[in-house]
């Protein structure tokens, strides 16, 4: 059997104080209003798999038992489904928006319990009720076990939640995170969040928050949230180093090439030219077979001559795709190129052709 438990939170953010732009100062939030944020409405478990009637509301009530040891009033799913019939196929962000707001809840909670076997796992999740995202989450697990044991890893589960709500409680901490460039994925403890600018609420603690761009160095941070303060985060990502050398490299791969190109075009005219200064006496092959003065001694250059121009024509095209791509980018559509890493050259009226990703 496998157990996954997810719990939704649903809450209210009052509005940010104002800081000048740039400072590190904390922003503070306005208290939510305490009759609503003290509530917490439980939807009625969803089971995948088979699980009994008995054994479902037994694990249900672990789940309510364990909230209702915090400082919150708790609506039992029963409660929930009389305010909203449809609230057992709850599943996602609006819905458990409008569930917060017909029970008068600053809170919701939302159990999945998938069975397979005697394979048990519980997954205990946090949505903000502003915008019904996670903001946090806890998962455990048990093999070979009976419902016994599930009831006690919701407890578990239960009791962690329980802990995350009360700090909760005292305000919600926040963060408004930018990032140069901008649009860099944004993970909080391994989970993905958004890009940047990035503006939301988080539960009090010590959070891992990672950003990550195509193209650039990830960086990764441990950061520490306060209730009801709200921090202002600031990253700079570094490109990744180019795969290609720099400019002075081009450059001197085209004289190279260049000089390759030279002898080559010389080695190919000098094929088949008299080795000696003349073609006279000991130097004539066979006088009186042709009937023409035949030297004996030829250079046999033609081969060389085409591997060296070929080579030269190969090196010239390197240096300029390394010109090209350590050349500014100064119009959108040419960053387009360049980010997606794609060059074409020639070299001469179809003579050479060089295209792809580099």
Request: aromatic fraction near 6%; charge should be neutral.
């Amino acid at each position: 059997m496998a157990v996954a438990a997810s719990v939704c939170l649903s809450t209210s953010v009052g509005r940010l104080a104002s800081a000048a732009p740039g400072t590190a100062t904390p922003l503070l939030f306005a208290p939510a209003e305490a009759s609503q944020s003290s509530k917490l409405a439980i939807l009625p478990l969803v089971v995948e798999g088979t699980l009994s009637d008995v054994d479902s509301k037994s694990l249900t009530q672990s789940l309510i038992s364990g909230l209702q040891r915090g400082a919150f009033t708790v609506l039992d799913p029963d409660q929930v489904l009389a305010a909203d019939a449809d609230a057992a196929s709850c599943d996602d962000a609006k819905c458990f928006q409008s569930i917060a707001s017909k029970t008068g809840a600053g809170y919701v909670v939302r159990a999945v319990v998938t069975v397979r076997d005697r394979d048990y796992s519980v997954q205990v999740s946090l949505l903000s009720g502003a915008d019904g995202q996670r903001v946090a989450g806890t998962q455990d697990a048990c093999e070979i076990c009976g419902v016994g044991d599930a009831s006690g890893l919701i407890d578990s589960a239960a009791a962690t939640l329980r802990l995350k709500l009360d700090a909760l409680a005292k305000g919600p901490a926040s963060f408004k995170l930018a990032s140069d460039p901008a649009e860099a994925i944004v993970t909080i403890d391994g989970e993905i969040v958004g890009t940047t600018p990035l503006s939301r609420p988080v539960v009090p603690g010590k959070h891992v928050i990672r950003l990550s761009k195509e193209g650039y160095i990830s960086i990764e941070r441990e950061v520490t949230f306060v209730e009801g303060v709200a921090e202002n985060l600031a990253f700079t990502l570094e490109k990744l180093p180019s795969r290609l050398p720099g400019k002075r490299w081009g450059y001197a791969s085209i004289a190279v090439g260049v000089l390759g190109i030279g002898a080559g075009v010389g080695l190919t005219f000098l094929d088949g030219k008299n080795f000696t200064p003349n073609c006279e006496g000991e130097n004539v092959m066979n006088p009186g077979v042709t009937g023409q003065k035949e030297c004996r001694f030829l250079y046999n250059t033609k081969w060389y001559g085409v591997a060296a121009t070929l080579a030269g024509a190969a090196l010239v095209t390197l240096g300029a795709v390394i010109l090209i791509n350590s050349r500014p980018k100064t119009d959108k559509k040419r960053n387009t190129q360049a980010s997606r890493g794609f060059q074409q050259l020639g070299i001469g009226p179809g003579s050479l052709m060089l295209r792809g990703q580099f």
